[in-house]
T-cell receptor, first 112, second 114 residues
């Protein structure tokens, strides 16, 4: 158990809909990153938030957006869902300035 | 652009065997390298983190080595057990300011037969 929790565990959405995924960081961790893991692939970096500001982004379109709250919990929002958005979404938290990241169990998103 | 490759993609061994998983990366300017374990449909568990200045790290039956100049890392698992069955992922971090973006390989699926 890493202390990082994610909700919901599973989610099924229809193409074109919007979805919000949530992450609760480990206590004391002020940096959170989100990753997308398609079936059979390694995770791909979406973006990182530090103290409520986005400070790094991977090769994902603007319809992927996020928020980090004062208590360091975080949300990933995806608009206009596409079939290829079906994946396991992972969040990872760490203390800013340190490099070991702690991953949550993930949210499995299926887009039909 | 950093690319990470893991070989083999899948491996099946009998219980008790020692084994080596391989990871290679194209850009040697890394800050650190991590090995993770992932059980089916689950999140990632960090196994070992090697800083760029280090050559190896050990934890129990696991030993990870890093050769930055050749762009390679190996994960050695001694006396494998059925409970070691999982996907093993390596990831590198190219330090770029405050962002600690991890670049992952596609993993090695390990099955240890009882």
């Amino acid at each position: 158990e890493t202390g990082v929790t994610q909700s919901p565990t599973h989610l099924i959405k229809t193409r074109g809909q919007q979805v919000t995924l949530r992450c609760s960081s480990q206590s004391g961790h002020n940096t959170v990153s989100w990753y997308q893991q398609a079936l059979g692939q390694g995770p791909q970096f979406i973006f990182q938030y530090y103290r409520e500001e986005e400070n790094g982004r991977g090769n994902f379109p603007p319809r992927f957006s996020g928020l980090q709250f004062p208590n360091y919990s975080s949300e990933l929002n995806v608009n206009a869902l596409e079939l290829d958005d079906s994946a396991l979404y992972l969040c990872a938290s760490r203390v800013g300035g340190r490099h070991e990241q702690y991953f949550g169990p993930g949210t499995r998103l299926t887009v039909t | 652009k950093q690319e990470v490759t893991q070989i083999p993609a899948a491996l099946s061994v009998p219980e008790g065997e020692n084994l080596v998983l391989n990871c290679s990366f194209t850009d040697s300017a890394i800050y650190n390298l991590q090995w993770f374990r992932q059980d089916p449909g689950k999140g990632l568990t960090s196994l070992l983190l090697i800083q760029s200045s280090q050559r190896e790290q050990t934890s129990g039956r696991l030993n990870a080595s890093l050769d930055k100049s050749s762009g390679r890392s190996t994960l050695y698992i001694a006396a494998s057990q059925p409970g070691d069955s999982a996907t093993y992922l390596c990831a590198v971090s190219n330090y770029g300011g405050a962002t600690n973006k991890l670049i992952f390989g596609t993993g090695t699926l390990l099955a240890v037969q009882p």
